[in-house]
């Protein structure tokens, strides 16, 4: 096992001649040895793949069962040296019965062996000629080379070193019934999960086949890895095609190429420590205590490079056509939720601030949808924009292009004058620009737009997004205050992608201003600009967006350590940051993350979008008066 938990998976199909089990033998091995010049944990090979699945009557011949033995005896011989766990198929008689089994072995011994529960007996499968079913099989001891081996289907193999890491194995069939053994495997305990499979190719058959192991994988919380036997099998009736995938609570961690004239062999790195936690998480997960046995391996006491691709973006959708409609939902979240809460109000009026920036301008344009679906008058939407000692011309402009493109009457509210009564109130020198100097605008900004709200009769609407909420990068009792918060459940870097969404679906001129917003830094502008120019930016103050949302990610719904998402971080970035910026940034994120809980405790209202969500009503509570340091390492 690596370190923080990952863990290989191998998954073959090799290259297979039907009914010859040491030709098999040799193929196998030689995948073997790849695997575990890999650091492979676990080795996965199909059904019946010593001999090949499509042997027919033959597997009721003699000689067959008794050259199965003699290479399975040699296979075991051969990898007394090899660390990675052994997962393959063979025909084995047990009390004159013949069994479709998965053997599974290590370092030369095999472990336990699986029975297969549900013997297909349809359409082009006949197995019931051959295989008994092996359901019923308990507490069995089967002897084999001279020992005694454990044998069937109450069999759990756990890592000796962490015992929280089981494996569970099923054959083919077993996945596609109603009551799937790998469900019981799952319940006692197994977050990894094999499949050794035979299942011919059929026009649209993969895509149903990885739907179920996808689908599987989400229901158990559990690593499933699906190793399918090849094209090497007979083709009178069927064709084979090799195809071997493994899934992760649902996402799809690896493939491999289809009908393949070679052998093929995947490789995918498993996060057991999450599976854990996600388990742990989860109170609904159910576990049984019912009787399983657990046969012990070792695991692989060595580091190495994982190959998973660790994603530095973890909100936003890769694929152009799944982004679109993530962007899309989220949107149409927004809006509903805010419906919901005009519903609420006798003659619902909304009140928003408009900075020019991100955040307001998708706050914004929520509102405007919210309004045209629930066919109120937009002179019912009241934006305002209150320029300060830093907003620049060019936001300013931006600002009533896009009020005037929406046909809706912008009032502009100065609050210099505002802000330097408070100066004065409370003798702060004008021209000192510091923390007080910024929050007093924003604690002016937020009254004005409440005191407009109370005249109107409306609600004001919030515009802070969840990475800010997340950081404190909010004025208390400034915009961190609203009535209801539409951006509440949005990260930062997901905010842009809803904005060019709503920008491309629009008219011209829309779609014009819209982009000159996105092209503006990210700045609460409340510092002086040089020549017009922001010159408060925040990401050179608080670190990059894209890796605090990285953070945010990793440590809110992933459940991870201070080290680990440093190392993950050190992956994803690497190439953009280095190491040590990636750890200043880190740092400061924990520290802001801790220590501004307090802020969190009583954000306003807003709709949840996404696994990640920091109301301290539905989703995060944590103590205001928790320190970061111990969190700073794992």
Request: some cysteine; glycine content about 6%; proline content about 4%.
């Amino acid at each position: 096992m690596f370190k923080y938990g990952f863990l290989r998976i191998a998954c073959a199909a090799p290259i297979l001649k039907i009914a010859d089990p040491f030709f098999n033998i040799e193929k196998h091995i030689e995948l073997i040895k790849k695997a575990e010049k890999n650091k492979s944990d676990i080795i996965l090979f199909p059904e019946l793949s010593i001999t090949s699945y499509s042997c027919g009557d033959l597997f009721h011949n003699t000689s067959l069962r008794n050259k199965t033995i003699l290479a399975v005896e040699k296979l075991l011989k051969e990898t007394v040296n090899i660390q990675t766990l052994l997962v393959f198929g063979a025909p084995l008689v047990f009390n004159n019965k013949l069994y479709n089994t998965a053997i599974v072995a290590q370092k030369g011994k095999i472990l336990g062996i699986v029975p297969k529960t549900y013997i297909p007996n349809y359409g082009e499968f006949y197995e019931k000629r051959w295989f008994e079913s092996g359901g019923s099989k308990k507490n069995e001891i089967i002897n084999l080379f001279g020992y005694d081996i454990p044998f069937g289907r109450d069999i759990l193999f756990s890592m000796e070193e962490k015992q929280e890491v089981k494996i569970g194995v099923e054959i083919c069939e077993d996945l596609w019934v109603v009551d799937p053994p790998s469900s019981e495997y799952a319940k006692n305990g197994a977050i990894i999960l094999l499949n050794l499979s035979a299942s011919d190719a059929i026009v649209t058959k993969d895509e149903y086949r990885k739907l179920l192991v996808k689908t599987q994988s989400a229901k158990t919380i559990s690593a499933y890895a699906y190793a399918n036997t090849g094209l090497f099998e007979s083709t009178t009736d069927m064709v084979f095609d090799g195809s071997c995938f493994i899934f992760e609570n649902g996402v799809e961690i690896a493939s491999s190429k289809r009908f393949s004239i070679d052998s093929e062999l995947i490789f995918g790195d498993i996060d057991t420590e999450f599976l854990i936690y996600e388990r742990s998480r989860l109170t609904s997960f159910e576990n049984t205590t019912s009787q399983m046995r657990n046969i012990f391996f070792n695991m692989r006491n060595e580091d190495g490079e994982i190959i998973r691709k660790i994603d530095p973006l973890p909100f936003v959708p890769k694929d152009k056509k799944t982004l679109e409609e993530r962007t899309e939902e989220i949107f149409n979240i927004q809006v509903s939720g805010l419906i919901r809460r005009l519903k609420s109000i006798k003659e619902p009026k909304a009140v928003i601030g408009l900075s020019g920036g991100l955040d307001s301008t998708l706050a914004f344009l929520v509102v405007i949808e919210a309004f045209k679906r629930l066919k109120l008058p937009l002179n019912y939407v009241f934006p305002i924009t209150m320029p300060g000692f830093g907003t620049t011309s060019k936001t300013l402009n931006n600002v009533k292009k896009l009020c005037k493109l929406y046909n809706v009457n912008l009032e502009v509210m100065d609050i210099k004058k505002i802000s330097k009564e408070v100066f004065k109130s409370i003798g702060h020198p004008e021209g000192k620009t510091d923390i007080i100097f910024e929050n007093t605008q924003a604690r002016a900004r937020t009254y004005l737009l409440m005191m407009r709200a109370n005249q109107v009769g409306g609600i004001v609407i919030g515009t802070g997004d969840l990475s800010e909420i997340a950081l404190g990068f909010c004025t208390y009792n400034g915009d961190h205050i609203s009535m209801y918060n539409v951006n509440a459940g949005v990260p930062k870097t997901l905010v842009r992608f809803v904005i060019e969404r709503k920008a491309i679906e629009s008219e011209k001129e829309i779609k014009k201003i819209l982009f000159e917003i996105l092209e503006q830094p990210i700045s609460p502008e409340l510092l002086p600009p040089t020549d017009g120019k922001i010159t408060q930016k925040t990401e050179e103050k608080i670190g990059p967006y894209e890796l605090h949302d990285f953070f945010l990610y990793n440590f809110v719904r992933m459940g991870f350590s201070y080290d680990k998402i440093l190392f993950l971080a050190s992956i994803a970035f690497n190439g953009k940051y280095d190491h040590t910026v990636i750890e200043k940034w880190l740092k400061l994120f924990i520290d802001r993350f801790f220590t501004n809980q307090w802020k969190r405790d009583c954000v306003p209202a807003g709709p949840k979008v996404g696994s990640v969500d920091l109301s301290p009503r539905s989703s995060w509570r944590m103590p205001s008066e928790i320190e970061p340091e111990g969190f700073s390492f794992s």
